[in-house]
């Protein structure tokens, strides 16, 4: 079964420093990795997404993710931080198929401070 | 393009009545359509997954039959909620796959439900 363990329900950061938003998986087999962002009572948009090619991948906005396999990891990061970046993040796991479930963490609230 | 509409966008109605919810993708075909159901400040419940033709497969715990799914087509699913109680209400939001590979799901705006 896979499953997704996101560190820390809320993060505060302060306008321009360092996001990083913890995201550690559990899977039996290979696993597909995403991270989404939603905003206030909308839907999810893809930030990036991990599908075996390169274990750096980058997204949209300024955000990055890096698997390691060894750590069982998925962590976003953005080099610097924009109010308009303040918003729920939920990481999600796949184990692959043309269309197989996502498994999603619970989530984790960036706060963009001045 | 990978755009998913749904509609409404919220709804109230009042308890023991039925509510359809419409999840469409707007300009591609989904092999395959998944509800899921949010409750506030927490994550995404996957309800049910639906491919276009076939019967819906529900989640452990989901009650087939007060929530009814039907893939009528490659670019619409639809969502009834019936005789809807208060617990019911929450935040429903449906996504779509096309199915070519890259294992990605496209969601929709969600829709809020508000039973009374």
């Known amino acids: 079964a896979q499953s997704v363990t996101q560190l820390g329900s809320h993060v505060s950061v302060s306008e321009g420093a360092l996001v990083l938003l913890r995201c550690n998986y559990s899977s039996s087999v290979p696993p597909y990795l995403f991270w989404y962002v939603q905003y206030p009572n909308q839907g999810l948009q893809l930030l990036l997404k991990?599908?075996?090619?390169?274990?750096l991948v980058k997204g949209i906005n300024g955000f990055e993710a890096e698997f390691k396999k060894s750590e069982t990891s998925f962590h976003l990061t953005k080099p610097s931080a924009h109010m308009s970046d303040a918003a729920e993040y939920f990481c999600?796991?796949?184990?692959?198929?043309?269309?197989?479930?996502?498994?999603f963490g619970t989530g984790t609230r960036l706060q963009v401070t001045l | 393009g990978a755009v998913v509409s749904q509609h409404p966008s919220w709804v109230i109605c009042k308890s023991g009545t039925s509510v359809k919810i419409e999840c469409r993708s707007l300009?591609?075909?989904?092999?395959?359509m998944f509800w899921y159901r949010q409750f506030p400040k927490q994550s995404l419940m996957l309800m049910a997954t639906s491919n276009e033709g076939s019967k819906a497969t529900y989640e452990q715990g989901v009650e087939k039959d007060k929530f009814l799914i039907n893939h009528a087509s490659l670019t619409l699913s639809t969502l009834t909620v019936t005789s809807a109680h208060p617990e019911d209400s929450s935040f429903y939001i449906c996504?779509?796959?096309?199915?070519?590979?890259?294992?990605?799901?496209?969601f929709g705006p969600g829709t809020r439900l508000t039973v009374t």
């Open positions: 996504s779509a796959s096309p199915g070519t590979g890259d294992h990605e799901q496209y």
């Open positions: 991990y599908t075996s090619a390169a274990t």
């Open positions: 999600a796991v796949s184990e692959g198929g043309t269309a197989s479930k996502l498994t």
């Open positions: 300009d591609f075909q989904a092999t395959t």
